[in-house]
């Protein structure tokens, strides 16, 4: 649907010139749905999953709430994550982009708390933070709520996950009076059932989930091997790809150090991010995969949730997720905004059994593929090589070099092919050998032998339920009282 399609002059026309500037064509099935509940000042719930525009989904009428003539706090936005604090206050601020005198401020843990305080005194209409420090500062008095018009909670299962469960519940009741409370999740598990029966008021249950499992744009793939391989199989992916941006999701903290520190050994532009970081380590790291200058970030889920970067060409899951869910969230991470992306998983033993329920759960397919070998990665590499030898040739001045490749033929008595050659081998680095191909095979059932077989012949059976029992076959017990009776 277009933009201005969506119940012509709902939108504020200043809203409208900032997210066209931003690229939107269309609204997503959640923002579409969402917005015109919210804005006409009902509480909601959505679900739908990470990645579908949820960020505008609150965001937009949550900015057409705010009175510029009100001092004071009007929106409260809470968020799992720092990562997803910033990131949400900074779509924010993109829509307001023309609404002059709208102040948004993100709150979060591992900044200093008395920066946050002070920036407060101003004027701020909006507060994106985490429910941590939204509670340092209720403590402290620093956040007034006697004028907040909405509340959103964005995506509560993942605050659940994390324990903020007790924190949720104590800010929302504190809000002196009647509100606007909104609601998104990628999951609805009972606790959340919980949370919007006692504070959302006959809330709109909008659901998006079953439509938006599968992204058609994004082509899903796995492939089998061996553990020992996983990282020489993810290095071979980037090589052959080629993806500019690239995520690569592990499930824990150690896995993402170590295949950070393998990938750039072998060259490639990597970092790691993970909870145990410092935020200014955190900062560093996301603002260098936004402005690309880390081509492949390594992460765990959690810590990737603050991640919303459009151009992400592809998604490697190095380790299955133990949640379906996850799976979802992670390949949702490519494909975006009309544009095409990658997955790939890679496979050990018995996870395949973990691909077949994805399948199933996500009604997609995941195609099997073969690693890239030794050949396929030389092909790509020498082609891009090449490419690059006769971009220089067609656009520089070679003369100046041109002598010195004719004096090293008449030392070297060789050809100009061969000294080609010898550059491009140079360049291709040492020969790889071939991954071999992993598949799991389940284990067959012992058969019972003739010895336990019940129904072979009885000549062969040498033991039934009486004879186990006594240790001894019938035929022996039968000879013994044979004798005794003669």
């Known amino acids: 649907m277009e933009l201005l399609n969506l119940e012509e002059g709902i939108i504020d026309e200043r809203i409208v010139r900032a997210v066209k500037e931003m690229g939107f064509k269309q609204f997503s099935p959640i923002q579409e749905q969402s917005i015109p509940e919210i804005l006409q000042g009902k509480d909601v719930i959505g679900q739908a999953q990470t990645g579908t525009g949820k960020t505008a989904a609150f965001g937009i009428p949550l ?3 705010i009175d510029l003539d009100l001092k004071g706090l009007q929106g409260l936005v809470l968020c799992p994550t720092r990562e997803l604090a910033i990131q949400a206050a900074e779509e924010i601020r993109k829509f307001a982009k023309y609404m002059s005198g709208i102040r948004v401020l993100p709150v979060y843990g591992g900044q200093e708390i008395y920066k946050q305080i002070n920036a407060l005194k101003g004027n701020v209409q909006i507060i994106v933070g985490t429910p941590g420090r939204v509670m340092d500062h209720m403590r402290r008095h620093t956040i007034k709520m006697d004028k907040l018009k909405m509340v959103v909670l964005d995506e509560a299962d993942e605050m659940l996950n994390m324990g903020f469960r007790e924190d949720m519940e104590e800010i ?14 990628a999951t609805m598990p009972r606790a ?3 949370i919007t029966g006692q504070f959302q008021d006959h809330p709109i249950l909008i659901k998006t ?7 058609q744009a994004i082509k899903q793939c ?4 061996r553990k020992e391989d996983k990282k020489e199989t993810t290095a071979r992916l980037l090589e052959f790809y080629a993806p500019k941006r690239t995520l690569v999701f592990c499930n824990t903290k150690r896995m993402v150090e170590e295949l950070a520190e393998d990938l750039k050994q072998r060259g490639f532009f990597a970092e790691g991010l993970h909870g145990d970081l410092t935020q200014s380590v955190r900062d560093r790291v996301m603002d260098s995969f936004k402005n690309g200058t880390t081509q492949v970030l390594i992460a ?4 990737a949730r603050g991640i919303d970067v459009d151009d992400v060409e592809a998604v490697i899951n190095y380790d299955v997720p133990q949640d379906i869910e996850y799976y979802v969230h992670r390949i949702g991470r490519t494909g975006r905004a009309g544009k095409s992306g990658r997955s790939f998983t890679l496979v050990v033993g018995k996870e395949i059994y973990k691909v077949r329920d994805i399948e199933r759960i996500c009604k997609s397919k995941m195609n099997a593929r073969t690693v890239p070998t030794a050949a396929d990665i030389e092909s790509v590499k020498s082609k891009k090589i090449l490419n690059d030898v006769v971009s220089v040739m067609n656009n520089a001045n070679l003369r100046d070099v041109s002598h010195i490749i004719e004096r090293k033929m008449e030392e070297e008595n ?4 061969e000294l080609a050659a010898g550059f491009l081998k140079l360049y291709l680095g040492e020969e790889k050998e071939d991954i071999p191909e992993e598949k799991y095979k389940a284990p067959k059932k012992k058969k019972l032998d003739k010895f336990y077989d019940r129904k072979s012949d009885k000549k062969n059976r040498k033991w039934d339920k009486k004879e186990s029992r006594f240790g001894y076959s019938n035929k022996k017990k039968k000879d013994k009282n044979r004798k005794k009776r003669t």
């Open 300 to 303: 765990t889920d959690v810590a």
């Open 63 to 65: 900015l057409q709430t």
């Open 172 to 185: 929302l009741s504190k809000i002196p009076h009647e509100h606007q409370t909104v609601l998104f999740s």
């Open 209 to 215: 989930v079953k439509k938006e499992l599968t992204v």
């Open 222 to 225: 796995y492939y089998q091997v």
């Open 192 to 194: 959340i059932l919980d």
């Open 414 to 417: 060789c050809t100009a092919l």
